[in-house]
């Protein structure tokens, strides 16, 4: 059996409890700009020696602190990063000290890292220090909903309108519960306009969907959020998936008579592991099982796209059913993706990105680590020229896990 700690370290370690609930008070009604200022004195009132946010960027690039006085870091490249990319803590020795880089985590979305300097590390410390993460992780997320403060410093361009319209409709990049994740990145980060993507969990069932609307300007961007909004209705009121793929053509014929979008909706039970889709025209779902891509399992008979109007509006929509195994992982793209070509004119290709998942998958990088890595790869095919949205959309069945 180890030796109790000592009396010093008790000393060392000891918490104002009065200080810490009022701090905590104040932290529900901290404007967002007041956060990198409580972080220091929560951290404090903790027995560490400061603690600073950084956010990470909308590329998922950089990690941006909140004190604007800071320089950003790399994701790639820094011990920062690391704690990001794993969502597992780093430190780093300094010369009176320790930093200890704490992942800040909302659910499955990760958010950012935490900075906590502390004169020496234990176990009380580190478990302290990520408290301290949950917290401030808790609280970015409720104050980023109504800050554009939050909002700006996570972003490192001017972002255009029609993809300012579009991203204010898009849900976090990542979602999930025990037994099943979903997580997405698109990209042009600053002009998309015609793609989108939406994942939510109800109870036990995940609903995923991916849209790719004609056109590249506002009214596609306008396409997609309605075609969101009228999904996300029918979801919300219990209805089932051939409904809101109705919605949706109902929505667009009555509101942008001359738009249409195809696209992807999908439902996971996470308890059974039925899988059941609906495809309006768009690139087939892609199985991914024991690190082999199962072409054709996931393949419809063709659909016409969403939002036809008149005569040329389907009667039903087909809605499809298949049983997943544990472990096993679908993905959703739009075109953009495989389509990218390189200056000699080469596409980027379905092979090399299922290649890529498959092995990132295998060199045990989480989903959403996979897509950042993917995306990123993408855009360097292309040198960040993307002639066309590209948008990407992976979920996970894992039954197993507990």
């Known amino acids: 059996m180890p030796d109790p700690p000592q009396t010093s370290a008790r000393l060392d370690t000891a918490v104002d409890e009065s200080r810490l609930d009022e701090l905590l008070s104040e932290a529900q009604t901290a404007l967002p700009v007041e956060l990198p200022a409580l972080a220091n004195r929560c951290a404090e009132a903790l027995g560490l020696d400061s603690a600073l946010i950084y956010l990470v960027d909308l590329q998922q690039r950089l990690l941006v602190p909140l004190d604007e006085a800071m320089a950003s870091l790399s994701v790639p490249e820094s011990p920062a990063g690391f ?71 996570a972003r490192t361009a001017t972002m255009e309108l029609p993809a300012e319209m579009l991203r204010a409709f898009l849900p976090p990049r990542t979602i999930g519960s025990r037994k099943c994740v979903s997580t997405a990145v698109l990209e042009p980060a600053y ?72 696209g992807v909706l999908c439902r996971l039970d996470a308890m059974t592991g039925v899988l059941r889709w609906v495809n309006c025209g768009h690139p087939p779902p892609l199985l991914i099982r024991a690190e082999q891509v199962l072409h054709g399992v996931l393949d419809s008979p063709p659909q016409p796209p969403i939002g036809l109007a008149g005569t040329l509006a389907p009667a039903a929509r087909q809605v499809h059913e298949t049983a997943l195994e544990p472990g096993d ?16 004119g080469v596409e980027f290709g379905l092979d090399r990105f299922t290649d890529f998942i498959i092995r990132s998958s295998a060199a045990g ?38």
């Open 83 to 153: 704690a990001y990319r794993t969502v597992s803590p780093r430190t780093t020795d300094v010369g009176d000290g320790v930093i200890v880089w704490m992942p800040l985590i909302d659910g499955a979305e990760r958010l950012g890292v935490l900075a906590v300097r502390t004169a020496s590390l234990d176990e009380v410390r580190m478990r302290r220090s990520r408290m301290l993460a949950h917290l401030f992780a808790m609280l970015i997320t409720s104050k980023r909903a109504y800050s554009d403060w939050l909002t700006a410093r």
């Open 191 to 262: 002009q998309v306009a015609g793609d989108a993507f939406d994942h939510s969990v109800i109870k036990n069932l995940l609903h995923t969907m991916i849209l790719d609307a004609m056109g590249h300007d506002l009214t596609a961007g306008l396409t997609t959020s309605v075609a969101m909004a009228a999904a996300r209705n029918v979801r919300r009121s219990g209805g089932d998936l051939a409904e809101s793929v109705g919605s949706v053509d109902r929505a667009l014929a009555q509101w942008l008579p001359d738009q249409f979008c195809t």
């Open 329 to 344: 992982c679908v993905l959703l793209y739009t075109d953009g993706v495989v389509e990218a070509r390189d200056a000699d």
């Open 365 to 402: 990088q989480r989903p959403a680590e996979v897509l950042r890595l993917l995306i990123h790869a993408i855009l360097d095919h292309q040198r960040n020229r993307l002639r066309d949205d590209a948008t990407i959309l992976l979920f996970e069945w894992r039954p197993e896990y507990r």
